[in-house]
């Protein structure tokens, strides 16, 4: 009987959850505007330590404004990057989180054929530079 | 006497080609406003009709206008993905490529650093995701 | 409820397809002489244009003689670079997609575990020169 | 019906197997002290000689004085270094050998967050050096 | 005249460094024991808030004690996983870092051998798990 | 001064090696008809049972004669599929070698292109089927 995917550790429950463990739960929910606490964190809290650091470096990175900091690159922009890294990487569950969040954030199937163009294209070109061991053009120097 | 990367066949010189490849080069050249046809392009011409190939998807994805057809993505948005693309699979002439195109739509070493940011952060949610085989979170349908 | 992969947008069903999108379908039931659309072309036609692109280049690559193109590698060649990438990246459904073509081009399981065993190889290979940082053996120059 | 993976080649039984394939299904038993071959060898039977190849090879590095070979890194470092390996790449099956491994190793899921902290943050800091492509310190002459 | 790889930003010189840089720069050499701060580092002060992300976040995974953090992983096991992910993503400057941090901690050529035996064999079983698709052995659940 | 890479240990020299070294390099020269022993083992010479264990392994898939083996695949569909993985993989050291053993065996800059057009283009492919996670087509039952 072949099975989906099963996370190697039980994910903690949000509800019974304590300590650092709710703390992060709570300020995830808040910062993300969501009602349920996705597998991903809740995976990670088997160990709440790295839960904490983790999302402490993810909301830096990706809700700057929640974290007091600000970015010049806009949130579509940054989950066209988390969804290209995500594709070449081959990663199913950050593939089916990021198309998620990207349509939340209004792609419709069409552009998101775009980028996909895009992705797969420069997957063929890194294999084609790599494979022919291109040697990088001169440019003019870095200011 | 350990030397940089040398590719494994040499590129096809611009001065002295003909047909198929000297008619590329000068799309290329066109195209990209440049005057000196990159490495990449010069090695590809050691088969023209992959040469060809190439460049036509590459120009219909990256040149849309230039191909007669319409992107709703920015240019600097696909330059991005290809720099997300290029750093995850640690592609050194994609990368040095990219970053110089980014350079030359005027981005600046800070906010290179934003985009660096959020691709270091999905490798690494990327390896936590697959190295703990979470399954993916039940989405609503898409439409 | 763990449940196998989904693609993360619907496919475009063969029934009811128009214009750009009902001509690849059919150049690639022709072409390839099968009966129904592969799931991969399906959801490349949500962007009918990248559908357009994606398949001629794979016309061109490996289908040549369909394509006007002459090629002087052996399709079961083709379809083995295919699985020995699919393999080394990890890829589902190309893995299944391209080992399936060539059982129907005569592989065997036995064969297939020669190929797989070349597979195997090198990618503990390219580990270990990658991870001891081999430098590249002075070859002779390139004719 | 999507369903979840399933091997592109059909397993060998254990409970019929002869010759090269019940020899090393027997070794595999014996030296891993377990009841039942897993998958991943009862695939590869399907090429007898391969089996023993990847056997032989797994058992020397895995197995060191079953093997008749002597090491100096502990059981629990190699597993470790396997699931390190198998959540860079991604690989599905690997990643629940290794954890499943680990757990009868007596590592608890608060010591594997540690090691998935350390998998992922190097996972990140690569695509740092790759995409920025930094250049190596200059380090003192290996003795 | 083909060169080594030069990053795609000008490092940040020490000498000059202020606010921000300046003091994580500082922190680096004391926590490391270090005279001089890596490429690594010096390239990332280009973006200020990003160098302060991944410096806080590698010291407190890879200096737990120093960031006020307990470990029950050792650092040689720390640095080993380092290697062993920086092996199988090919990634220059991160194999060369962890080697020489490795080398520092006692380790010689021939037990480097036993790590990059155990990191080779698993991209080689994880390239076979992925190229056949082989299904998970069906494990006892985690408890 | 940026230079090449640089093995993280110092090759083994051929000269003056003796025991099991001296053995496997006298193998690798009569085997292969070489009169230098490439880097790559004499690096891995660093710790002779490493390399015995590697060289036999490569031996046994890549010179099965040799080894007293019989194989159905062609020697140039070896060196094929070796290039293939080599540069998915972006392994410098083996696309070097890898494509010096097609020219070797005769393979021009034409039909090399052939092969890297192959390569690029499911380096491709692959992307898009993971990046859209498309479920495997229902195929027949494997017999």
Redesign the interface.
């Known amino acids: 009987m072949?099975?989906?995917?099963?996370?190697?550790?039980?994910p903690v429950p949000e509800q019974g959850a304590t300590g650092k463990v709710a703390e992060v739960y709570e300020d995830i929910r808040r910062t993300k505007g969501i009602d349920a606490v996705?597998?991903?964190w809740r995976?990670?809290a088997?160990?709440p330590?790295?839960l904490e650091?983790?999302w402490g470096?993810?909301k830096?990175?990706?809700h700057p404004e929640a974290a007091g900091?600000s970015?010049?690159?806009a949130p579509v922009?940054?989950e066209?990057?988390?969804?290209?890294?995500?594709?070449?990487?081959?990663?199913?569950?950050?593939?089916?989180?990021?198309?998620?969040a990207l349509?939340k954030l209004g792609m419709d199937?069409?552009?998101?054929?775009?980028?996909?163009?895009?992705?797969?294209?420069?997957?063929?070109?890194?294999?084609?530079?790599?494979?022919?061991?291109?040697?990088?053009?001169v440019?003019p120097p870095?200011e």
Not at 80 to 100: K, M, P, R, W
């Open positions: 072949p099975a989906g995917r099963v996370a190697t550790v039980p996705p597998n991903f995976v990670l088997t160990n330590d790295h650091l983790v470096r993810l830096a990175v990706m900091r970015s010049k690159l922009t940054r066209i990057i988390a969804l290209a890294v995500s594709a070449t990487n081959g990663c199913a569950y950050c593939v089916n989180s990021h198309t998620a349509r199937a069409e552009l998101l054929g775009e980028v996909m163009a895009v992705v797969a294209l420069f997957n063929s070109t890194n294999a084609l530079a790599d494979g022919y061991q291109i040697e990088p053009d440019l870095a």
